[in-house]
């Protein structure tokens, strides 16, 4: 039985709830479910009596849970006072990130963490291709997206809202686009994964005259495409098009007036960013650590973003 494990059940029993325990633990619902029945499968009783409204605990679950949280607290303690008289902060860090992500904050945030922590080293994987922790070596990896794979772990690091955007001098060439027609008329801008083109674009609205949410969809002509996020993302501060892009990746752009966004009354889908490892024994002292400096720094950018108007309050609420 994983001690990970047990704290989730400890957290589902407190809650009352899988759910809100999951989103106590920034997991997802699905690998939270499947580390209770670990330990009920372990312990061969079931902790909890389930209905379709309720969770409770079983006459089983009264009786273990809380010796389970008292180990548990003595354990932590043991910890505690281990890494008291220890370097924990040490080792390799390998961590995979995109690449307009990558080398342009998260790298330049993770040598501000090594300047704090010397005995920390990194090994990076930069690229926009999935991940494969185990062909790669890798221990996380920084991704847009919640991990797919209920067997993965994860820490979400914040929502991320998407924008469209053009640099001033393209706008000046080219006009504006107030609607998401317009855009036929303009050179776009895609990104490509495993040669899939994002050449669909897919805009939210609330139309006056039926007072609801209207969908719109568009397919411009790609005038350029790459497979790499940070080169669409230079091509659009240099003005040859517009470009769908995450809201941290373009945000310095944005604020120092390079690109500019577009269609404000329309909304593009928004997404979130994740710390993911391929397993419970890879979360580190050292990946909480990054976890907590990479929420603290998108959390800054997100409010310089939020305080000119970029974006929407409500993103910061997770």
Request: proline content about 4%.
């Amino acid at each position: 039985m994983q001690i990970e494990d047990l704290r989730l059940v400890l957290k589902v029993a407190e809650f009352r709830s899988i759910t809100a325990a999951a989103t106590h633990l920034d997991m997802q619902v699905a690998t939270a479910s499947a580390a209770v029945k670990r330990v009920e499968a372990s312990l061969g009783v079931e902790l909890f009596v389930r209905t379709t409204r309720h969770l409770r605990l079983s006459t089983a679950g009264e009786r273990y849970l809380p010796q389970c949280t008292a180990a548990v607290s003595m354990l932590d303690q043991a910890r505690q006072t281990i890494h008291s008289d220890l370097d924990v902060i040490h080792g390799e860090i390998r961590l995979a990130v995109s690449s307009d992500l990558g080398r342009n904050l998260a790298i330049p945030w993770v040598d501000e963490f090594m300047t704090e922590y010397p005995n920390v080293t990194l090994r990076t994987h930069i690229s926009d291709s999935n991940v494969d922790f185990y062909r790669d070596a890798l221990d996380m990896a920084l991704r847009y997206g919640a991990p797919s794979d209920s067997n993965m772990y994860g820490f979400k690091i914040c929502n991320v809202p998407r924008l469209l955007v053009a640099s001033p001098e393209y706008l000046i060439k080219y006009g504006t686009p107030q609607q998401p027609k317009d855009l036929l008329h303009h050179q776009c801008l895609f990104y490509q994964l495993q040669n899939i083109l994002n050449d669909t674009w897919h805009f939210s609205v609330n139309d006056p005259e039926t007072q609801r949410e209207r969908h719109d969809k568009v397919k411009p002509k790609a005038y350029c495409a790459a497979n790499d996020g940070d080169l669409v993302r230079r091509w659009c501060v240099a003005g040859k098009g517009v470009a769908i892009k995450s809201a941290i990746d373009i945000a310095q752009d944005l604020l120092a007036g390079r690109v500019v966004p577009l269609m404000a009354d329309y909304r593009i889908a928004q997404g979130e960013l994740w710390l993911i490892s391929p397993s419970r024994q890879s979360i580190t002292p050292t990946m909480r650590l990054l976890r907590d400096r990479f929420r603290d720094r998108t959390r800054d950018l997100l409010e310089q973003l939020v305080n000119r108007n970029f974006i929407s309050a409500d993103t910061l609420h997770t």
